[in-house]
């Protein structure tokens, strides 16, 4: 039986900050390596972003603030810019860097040729955290560094963060990545196949959508599966082979 189902995110802890903390760095920020430019739907609710995102590539672009809920494609998109930019690029999780002290993660950072600061709400209970970003903000504005935000919400909306450092982040273009709509989640499941050399049919998508939840996260999840089951078995992805499965989600 294979099932889908959507990951509950493990609560962050309140920061302990140790000398040794500091000796483990340099940080191994970890990265998916499914997830690029290449492969990252643009749908037509994005395309302004996306020329954008060309223009920071091309030596050229602005800094940016992008808001919207888990799954829209902020940490996909932030993540794939990281790699097309390569060493040029500082990506920060801060889902991962949130337990160490700001001061190690943030040394040097005026270095790089852009940074990207993932799920920046995670802040909003941590005065340490703020403080930094805000003087940081201020450094690489003043050395012309872009730098690219992405939360669940927009500046104005994060009233727990510091009214100077969500002044700051109000300065840049923002822009919303709405969630996906059904039809743009059944273009996703298409062509991220296509992007692994598989075909999905309409009817094979709409079979998926009806019984797995309308999650991006969990439907490329299930993609992975799906991937795996008709490569050991030697065959195409059919609505047959997806009743074998019994693919379903137990919410639904």
Known sequence: MLWVTTAVPKPIAAPEYEASVVDQLPLKIPVDNDLSLDNFQPRPALLELLTEVDALLGGTGQSLFLWGATGAGKSHLLQGISRAMGARALYLPMSELYQYPPEAVLEGIVTCEAVLVDD??????????????????????????????????????????????????????????????EDELGALLQFRASQRGLKLSSEVVQYILSRAPRSSSALMA????????????????????????????PDR
Do not use: C
């Open 120 to 181: 920046i709400q995670l802040i909003a209970d941590s005065g340490v955290w703020q403080e930094a970003l805000f003087h940081n903000f201020n450094r690489l504005k003043a050395a012309g560094i872009p730098q690219l935000y992405s939360g669940l919400a927009p500046p104005a909306q994060m009233t727990k963060v510091l009214p100077d450092l969500r002044s700051r982040w109000g300065e840049l273009i923002i822009y919303h990545l709405p969630g996906f709509t």
């Open 222 to 249: 299930l993609l992975d599966e799906l991937d795996h089951a008709a490569l050991a078995r030697g065959r195409p992805i059919t609505i047959p082979l997806l009743a074998e499965l019994r693919v379903w989600s």
